[in-house]
């Protein structure tokens, strides 16, 4: 597969740290949701969300967080985190919480994310970057 566009020694350095950013959030994010932690246990119950909903976000969290942390797989990774906040945006909207949650926070960390692992796609293995 060849993708035109930079080569990824010109990728610039801040792709590599939002890549760690955001990889090292979402794998601590998904260790919490997998800990009885009182007030994220009891967030997901106010909602009316099943406990074992919670243990599969964290679950979901944590996987792409790591990945998102390994140079190669951080563009799948990253693409995982953008995912897991459309999805989170997508609940949080059905559930009639603030647009602000729903949009404003899931979407930046969705956009950031997804962003992230294009300036990144030639990481991916097979994908070679031409001019």
Do not use: Y
């Not at 932690?37 to 909903?53: H, I, K, R």
């Not at 998102?68 to 945006?89: E, N, Q």
């Not at 729903?102 to 001019?131: C, D, H, K, M, Q």
């Amino acid at each position: 597969m060849t993708v035109t566009a930079r080569t990824r020694q010109s990728t610039p350095i801040r792709a590599d740290v939002a890549a760690q950013l955001l990889g090292w959030f979402f794998a601590g994010a998904g260790v919490m949701r997998l800990l009885p932690v009182p007030f994220d246990v009891a967030m997901f119950e106010s909602w009316g969300l099943p406990l074992w909903l919670r243990a599969a976000v964290g679950v979901a969290e944590l996987a792409v967080g790591l990945l998102a942390l390994r140079p190669g797989l951080r563009p799948i990774g990253l693409v995982g985190i953008g995912t897991v906040m459309v999805s989170a945006g997508t609940v949080h909207a059905v559930l009639g919480h603030s647009l602000l949650i729903a949009i404003g926070i899931n979407g930046t960390l969705a956009a950031a994310a997804f962003g992230t692992a294009w300036a990144l796609r030639a990481e991916l293995p097979g994908v070679e970057v031409s001019r």
